[in-house]
């Protein structure tokens, strides 16, 4: 069984509350598990927040939603982790975040299918090492048996606290692939930490949503091409 394992909490330093405020009507938060839930290799969307009331807000919206819900420490993202996999029995994991809404369902089946598919048989598929896809299509894919290790094994705390560091730290360990893009848009930034994200998340939104509410990567970097300016508020910031 794979599922996809959304992290998502209301803390944030730069944008409180940053999953659950609207674009075109809708949170950030239903538009990952709608554009999401459109992809083909899953078998379940499972919504991975923490045991703080301050997130009763999202475990509320998320059963509007439709989708599962663990309930795990804030801190040890990957014990949440970790916890919404046993629960669940997922054998594979697709590692997706709730601060990226523009999340294209055909990214998330591509990197599913190259990790399945692949003769080398890879412990974590990603396409982010290097990234070539806009800052906000990142996905990971790892069986839960490579999750379970690096649980066990990991003694860093930011290890714990990102999921997947000692996976990718480990190559003598895991088999790890990466995925890339066709051309390099690592710098364009789709993904929301603060208010000028949300500008360009949400200009994204008001152009292409009301025409075409499936619309893909190649729709944002079509209009990138045709209007620049909608993305700008966020140019600046440079990805580490």
Known sequence: MIAAIIQARMGSTRLPGKVLKKAEGK???EHVVER???AKTLDKIIIATTESPNDDAIVDEAKKLGAEVFRGSEEDVLGRFCGAARKFSAKHVVRLTADCPL?????VDEAVNFYLRSPEKYDYV???NPPTYPWGMDVEVFSTKALEKAQKETKLPHEREHVTPYIRNHPEIFNIGNIEYKENFANLRL????PEDLAV???VFNELYPKNKHFKLADILNLYGQKPGIFSANS???RI
Not at 103 to 107: A, L, S, T
Not at 191 to 194: F, K, Q, R
Request: hydrophobic share 40%; glycine share 16%; charged share 20%.
């Open 27 to 29: 949170t950030l938060l």
């Open 191 to 194: 993904t929301v930490d603060g």
């Open 201 to 203: 998340v949400g200009g």
């Open 126 to 128: 990603c396409n982010v």
């Open 103 to 107: 999340m294209d369902p055909e990214v």
């Open 36 to 38: 999401v839930g459109r």
């Open 236 to 238: 600046h910031i440079k």
